[in-house]
């Protein structure tokens, strides 16, 4: 009988090896990090495995990461004072300012990306400005966001990640980090930012919950797709040199569409709500951690992620290594 048998290159590990299409490595991840002003680091409940770190902690995860050859970290800070100016987002002696000075002095080959953003540092818990009223103040907010992002650039970060979704961010933090001499620093901008559920573990950790109403007028409606592909081609159009997608799992068909629209790199975002839901249902005994975790990271890059932000960098990456040393 003549017909195609595909088992033929299913029925070993060594062939399943040899053409499998979509591989993952450690220099595929960013490994999201949360910089405390606290006098002490702490577990994020919500995020088994995750924690809060001070600047005299940082080094030691930074040398973790490094050893197991994850290329970047991103960087969110949780500063003690909160304002509705936020003020301490651009501090020279802001938080994310001195962790990104102390990781580029002690280990210069890291990629430092800072998120760029209002929400960790407002009294209100809003990523732009406010009216008295409550309304957000776009034009007044990327006014600031482009304030942040030159503080990080003055610090040293190799590249700022807006990701509060006010329209027109993009060109003002471009133009304010030309005019200072960063034309080198690129921009990854969260283009597609969605308003998702699955941002609940985040906000517990960072403690950004917003204080009043939420965040639907500025993030995306989840039932949009085309509406993420103009807010793609508006970044592009803006000159990010990266484009986020946020979140990842829920959003692959956004991710395959982003990689057909434009040849810059798209990063993937796999969120704290993903990995809590893993870490939760392998804890139960419901899954087993390790495959879900590579499956769930292998469908985000076959989706077409150049890049993935994740919480599972380090056990991952640790999984790789074991396997190549047998």
Not at 48 to 76: C, M, S, W
Not at 83 to 98: C, L, M, N, P, R
Not at 153 to 176: C, H, L, Q, W, Y
């Amino acid at each position: 009988m003549n017909f195609f048998r595909g088992h033929r290159t299913r029925h070993s590990e060594s062939i399943r090896n040899l053409v499998r299409e979509t591989q993952i490595s450690a220099r595929d991840f960013v490994y999201p990090l949360f910089i405390t002003e606290e006098a002490h680091s702490s577990a994020i409940t919500a995020m088994p495995g995750q924690g809060r770190h001070t600047l005299d902690d940082l080094p030691k995860i930074a040398q973790e990461i490094v050893n197991l050859k994850i290329p970047a970290v991103i960087l969110f800070g949780i500063p003690l004072h909160k304002d509705e100016h936020a003020t301490s987002a651009f501090a020279d002696d802001g938080i994310v300012q001195k962790a990104t000075g102390l990781l580029k002095t002690k280990f210069p080959s890291l990629c430092v990306i800072t998120d760029v953003c209002l929400c960790e540092y407002t009294s209100h818990g809003h990523c732009g400005l406010l009216k008295e009223n409550g309304e957000l103040k776009n034009d007044a907010s990327i006014e600031r966001l482009a304030q942040v992002a030159l503080s990080h650039a003055k610090a040293g970060a190799d590249i700022v990640a807006p990701s509060d979704m006010m329209d027109g961010r993009v060109s003002a933090i471009r133009k304010t980090l030309d005019e200072a001499g960063f034309v080198n620093t690129p921009i990854m901008s969260y283009a597609a930012k969605y308003a998702s559920a699955f941002y609940g573990p985040f906000r517990d950790a960072a403690g950004s919950t917003p204080q009043f109403g939420d965040r639907r007028g500025y993030q995306m409606d989840p039932a949009n797709k085309q509406e993420a592909l103009r807010e793609i081609a508006a970044d592009v159009s803006e000159s990010a040199d990266f484009i986020i997608v946020k979140p990842a799992l829920c959003y692959l068909d956004v991710i395959s569409q982003a990689k057909q629209n434009t040849s810059l790199p798209i990063v993937a975002y796999n969120v704290s709500g993903e990995y809590s839901m893993v870490k939760a249902a392998s804890g139960a005994g419901y899954l087993d951690e390790k495959r879900t975790t590579m499956e769930i990271l292998t469908s985000i890059k076959r989706a077409g992620a150049d890049i993935i932000i994740t919480y599972h960098a380090m056990e991952v990456a640790r999984w790789l290594a074991s396997e190549n040393t047998l």
